[in-house]
């Protein structure tokens, strides 16, 4: 957002100051070097009241040398041309020429009259002011500084309606929720609020009751299943293994159902958790029943972290090793900023335009994973939604030696 202020800032500030800048350039031109008639016209009036003056005394005007004249240097002809032109139009023939004074910086009309050299100076009014650029440097300085504080005020005004969208962004909550928002500020800026927390109050509601529905079905299957599971009882054997296990299997739907919605409405109690004596815990519970997992590495690290989720996360994924891998081993590394655990495994990995789905519930993939496994695939969904809540994230990948690689990365805080 701050570059963004900045940047309309700049445009502001560039057209201004460009457009100050042409329009002063063109003032000092016509100031600096005026336009050769205007400069005449005092000059020649002083002409004229010469030429018809009955006697010019030595003191009225400067009289020059021959010599003086000639160190003057060359005549300016412009202003010559245009003093001749005035005088030529009042029928006054007399000769007169514009030298450039080096000593005064400014020219100065000489006419020759009764043989003798008269000096006029221009007036002061016709020449440009001799602190010329001091001004001009004031009031271009005066002007940057006024666009400035404008165009930062303007920019800022601009941009506010992006600050709030900015700041709802970025105080989103594990739940994917936006917090409420304060409704003050300018009339844009109320406007944006009030629109985000309507967004953020039907986002809310709707997320309630999708989980309101997904719980309350999950629940409602309990009933059903437990009567199913009485009346099994009265089946053969062959038939009773065949019906118990699909009961199984729809408690264990139910049951995930309803641990994802619990995981997303219900804030665990965070304390101290040794991170790697949970993983060595549960690899160890794992091996015991069957299950080929080992622990390649293991670096000592304690997290804030709930311990019931963040244990039900981590033996999700080790779980999706061991069944749906064929085994693997994990590992946990710990940096300057952050600890990372990873789970490899021996399987056939996941097809990588389905690698992307992988946490959608009841996701499976063909051909590349087992489906005859139980399951009701949710265990990935689950722990992702356990482990992002709590500030970390999930990711999965094909291994390039073979096999999907789980990586789970926490970032370590003092």
């Not at 996941?350 to 009701?376: C, K, M, S, Y």
């Amino acid at each position: 957002m701050t570059r963004l202020q900045i940047r309309i800032a700049g445009i502001l500030i560039g057209a201004i100051c460009l457009v100050v800048a042409v329009a002063s350039l063109v003032t000092f031109v016509a100031i600096s070097y005026p336009a050769p008639d205007r400069m005449a016209g005092p000059v020649a009036f002083q002409i004229r009241a010469l030429y018809g003056a009955a006697n010019i005394g030595p003191g009225s005007f400067p009289h020059l040398t021959a010599d003086q004249v000639a160190r003057l240097g060359e005549p300016v002809e412009d202003l010559t041309r245009a003093i001749t032109s005035r005088l030529q139009s009042d029928d006054i023939s007399v000769p007169v020429a514009v030298y450039h004074d080096k000593t005064a910086d400014t020219p100065v009309a000489v006419l020759q009259m009764a043989g003798e050299y008269i000096a006029i100076d221009f007036p002061h009014d016709t020449l440009p002011p001799i602190d010329f650029w001091l001004i001009m440097g004031a009031w271009m300085g005066l002007i940057v500084v006024g666009v400035i504080l404008v165009s930062l005020i303007m920019s800022y005004r601009v941009t506010r309606p992006f600050a709030v969208l900015e700041q709802a962004l970025v105080t989103i909550g594990p739940d994917g929720v936006l917090p409420p928002l304060p409704e003050t500020g300018s009339h844009e800026t109320i406007e944006t609020a009030r629109m985000l927390n309507r967004l953020s109050s039907r986002l809310r509601g709707a997320m309630e009751s999708r989980m309101r529905l997904v719980a309350a079905a999950g629940h409602d299957f309990r009933t059903p299943m437990t009567r199913m599971r009485l009346r099994a009882e009265f089946l053969d054997d062959d038939d009773r293994a065949a019906w118990l296990r699909d009961v199984d299997e729809l408690e264990r739907i139910a049951d995930s159902a309803i641990g994802l919605v619990r995981e997303e409405v219900t804030d665990a109690l965070v304390e101290p958790l040794s991170l790697d004596q949970l993983l060595r815990d549960e690899v160890e519970d794992l091996a015991e029943h069957g299950h080929d997992l080992t622990v390649a590495h293991l670096d000592r690290i304690t997290l804030a972290l709930p311990p019931l989720a963040t244990r039900r996360a981590i033996r999700n994924l080790l779980i999706n090793a061991a069944t749906h891998g064929k085994g693997g081993s994990a590992e946990l590394i710990a940096s300057t900023d952050e600890v990372s655990l990873i789970i490899r495994d021996k399987g056939p990995g996941i097809p990588e335009d389905l690698i992307e789905r992988v946490f959608e519930p009841f996701f499976r993939a063909e051909p590349g994973r087992l489906q005859t496994i139980p399951g009701a695939g949710l265990g990935l969904a689950l722990a992702a939604e356990i482990i992002e809540r709590y500030g970390g994230r999930l990711s999965i990948c094909n291994s390039p030696d073979g096999g999907l690689r789980q990586t789970v990365v926490f970032p370590r805080t003092p």
